[in-house]
């Protein structure tokens, strides 16, 4: 078990690379066989049409919950498919152990439909501080990986945010309307504005990739589940990028966030989104 958070610092330093090697090998066993093969009854629904559960979700998240706590013992596991069959499990990202937060396939709707613009998500944390993440695309053979305080990285080349182009409008994906309650709506809406071009949002793990490669400006996201926005968090913020809440405030992965929230290549776009968000609320 990890007493502090140095010994984080020395487990990444000494297993990083076995952790990417988990993930890829979740996807090659797990995922990718079943991409563009699924049969009708390995694909559910959970919470409604746009909410998909397909096996390969259920088994890449089994594979990588046996593979990191094997890594680093005495750590948990909280993953997209585990809370849904049990609730409480996600109050293990409140706690004291080390806690992997696991989405398999983010993306499952395009998963399920055969486009290519899904990805595993992994990052390591504790106490609500996130300190790894690990992001694969595996039918596009892009992997990017962040570690707090020495960068993020897309197949070993550095990633830097940037900033928005001067005089083109704001690229800003947004929440699909069925996650959005009334008012969040309302908020969304205002960002249909002169200077911003905003768009529907694919997986929330690759317009993170895409905010810190410098491809997209802006997110503008109306859920908190830590299995969909870990990984991206640390990666824009490594990359140089930042986020902030409705409320004015950083993320938390832990809950309690003022949303919408966004995710933004540098701080005078951040402040820009969340000023609209906040006049349409």
């Known amino acids: 078990m990890i007493e502090d958070n140095e010994t984080i610092e020395e487990f990444l330093a000494q297993h990083a690379v ?16 079943r991409w563009r093969r699924l049969a009708e009854h390995e694909v559910d629904l959970k919470s409604g049409p746009h909410d998909l559960v397909t096996d390969a979700d259920r088994k890449a998240e089994l594979y990588l919950t046996e593979a990191l706590t094997a890594l680093l013992p005495g750590s948990v596991v909280v993953g997209e498919e585990a809370v849904h ?31 290519t613009g899904f990805c595993t998500l992994v990052a390591l944390a ?10 694969f695309a595996p ?20 990633l830097r945010a940037g900033f928005p182009e001067p005089g083109r409008d704001l690229r800003v994906a947004t929440s699909h309307p069925d996650f959005t ?11 249909r504005t002169e200077g911003v071009a905003p768009r529907p949002c694919g997986s929330a793990g690759l317009e ?14 109306s859920w908190e589940a830590a299995w969909d926005h870990a990984a991206g968090l640390l990666l824009v913020e490594e990359a140089g990028g ?8 950083p993320f938390r992965i832990t809950g309690g966030n003022t949303l919408p929230f966004t995710v933004a290549r540098d701080a005078a776009t951040a402040q820009r989104v969340v000023g609209l968000l906040s006049e349409g609320a």
């Not at 990417?20 to 090659?28: G, I, N, P, Q, Y």
């Not at 504790?126 to 992001?135: F, I, K, P, Q």
């Not at 993170?208 to 996201?221: H, K």
């Not at 930042?242 to 405030?249: P, Q, S, V």
């Open 139 to 158: 039918a596009r053979q892009q992997f990017a990986t962040a570690v707090r305080g020495k960068g993020a990285h897309l197949d070993g080349e550095r």
């Open 18 to 33: 076995a952790v990417e090697e988990a993930v890829r090998k979740a996807a090659a066993q797990e995922i990718m066989p």
């Open 208 to 221: 993170y990739l895409a905010v810190a490669r410098g491809e997209s400006d802006a997110t503008a996201f």
């Open 181 to 191: 309650t009334d008012e969040q709506k309302r908020s969304l809406l205002a960002l």
């Open 126 to 135: 504790r106490r609500g501080v996130l300190y790894a993440s690990w992001t």
């Open 242 to 249: 930042t986020h902030l809440t409705r409320a004015g405030e």
């Open 85 to 115: 069959a049990n609730p409480a499990s996600y109050e293990a990202v409140r706690g004291e152990a080390p806690v992997w937060i696991v989405d398999p396939v983010d993306g499952t709707r395009q998963f399920v439909h055969g486009d």
